[in-house]
């Protein structure tokens, strides 16, 4: 083959990469989990120790990021209802205040730079109890860069999330 055939391939499949990823990212915004896909975030980690606690009448969701390795991190916005509450990087952490009620939620992981970089999303439902603390892994399933990526959202019991929590750094994010 021809090195412009080559090229004209490989060029090809990435742009059916990128629809794919597009569509999937679209059919989970359907459920009214996801934000817009445009929105992308710079993400920090510190590793100082944070406690939080509900405001009164609200509730707190944890998002833990348990990346399991592999040449490139793990980089995930985490939706409710339709926005994007912040993003992880590798392992770590965010906390958000959250109103009491029946919510959607969206973890779009994306892992790689350029040409090999992929994305998934993963989705969850739950309803929030003023007062309560919940707290939701997006853990990458995969076992190394030559796997599919595949990214679950798992809650988790409050002992097992505070402990996960309290081992990771918390993210600090703001949009780009």
Not at 28 to 44: D, E, I, L, Q, T
Not at 107 to 115: E, F, P
């Amino acid at each position: 083959m021809s090195r412009n055939l080559l090229c004209s391939l490989a060029f090809v499949a990435c742009i059916f990469s990128i629809t794919a990823s597009a569509q999937e990212l679209s059919s989970a915004a359907s459920f009214g989990a996801c934000g817009n896909p445009n929105v992308r975030f710079v993400v920090k980690t510190e590793s100082a120790l944070h406690t939080y606690t509900p405001d009164p009448g609200k509730a707190l969701v944890y998002f833990i990021e348990k990346d399991v390795g592999g040449f490139f991190t793990a980089h995930t916005r985490i939706g409710m209802d339709g926005h994007w509450l912040g993003a992880t990087e590798g392992n770590s952490y965010f906390a958000a205040q959250i109103d009491p009620g029946p919510h959607h939620l969206c973890a779009d992981t994306h892992k790689g730079k350029l040409w090999v970089a992929r994305s998934e999303t993963a989705l969850a439902h739950f309803t929030a109890q003023p007062a309560g603390v919940y707290y939701f892994e997006v853990r990458d399933l995969s076992l190394n860069e030559n796997e599919d990526l595949d990214v679950a959202l798992i809650p988790l019991d409050s002992d097992e999330g505070a402990s996960l929590a309290g081992s990771f750094p918390v993210s600090n994010f703001h949009r780009k």
